[in-house]
């Protein structure tokens, strides 16, 4: 069909009209503009505060509050005997750990405080500086012929 200026329409699936909100009783969508009636959904202005459960008492106020942190708190990263150990196995480091070495073998962070830990065996003799060292651990690096200097 050939097409001639009375009968021009768009190509197909070119134009997409999407129903207007609130625009009048004609367009099918007027009157409560598809909210409803009444209710906090039909107001303008309205959204949903994150843990709202319909007027419920919602769960993070249901639930008790318990204990307290202690803002002084220091958290150590705690690094086993035999994780050193294996990182002397597989030629990573050799003599010298310090924190340049553990960030570098992600075993530790930048601004960590470090605590090394008794758990494993070190065969190695290795001269360790970090920021603490449990009883266990100084004396088996000790043992070792090893050397634990505290930061």
Do not use: C
């Amino acid at each position: 069909m050939s097409s001639s200026l009375h009968n021009l329409t768009p190509a197909e699936g070119s134009v997409k009209k999407e129903k207007r909100i609130a625009r009048g009783e004609g367009s099918g969508h007027g009157g409560t503009s598809t909210r409803g009636h009444k209710g906090a959904k039909s107001r303008s202005g309205y959204s949903r505060k994150i843990g709202f459960e319909g007027g419920q008492m919602p769960l993070q106020r249901r639930v008790p509050k318990f204990g307290f942190t202690n803002i002084n708190r220091k958290e150590y990263q705690g690094i086993n005997l035999d994780k050193l150990q294996s990182l002397v196995d597989s030629g990573k480091i050799t003599d010298t750990v310090n924190l340049d070495i553990l960030v570098a073998n992600r075993l530790a962070s930048k601004n960590d405080l470090v605590k090394i830990l008794g758990g494993g065996e070190l065969k190695a003799k290795l001269n360790i500086t970090v920021h603490k060292f449990t009883a266990s651990a100084k004396a088996a690096i000790e043992a070792a012929g090893g050397e634990a200097v505290t930061l």
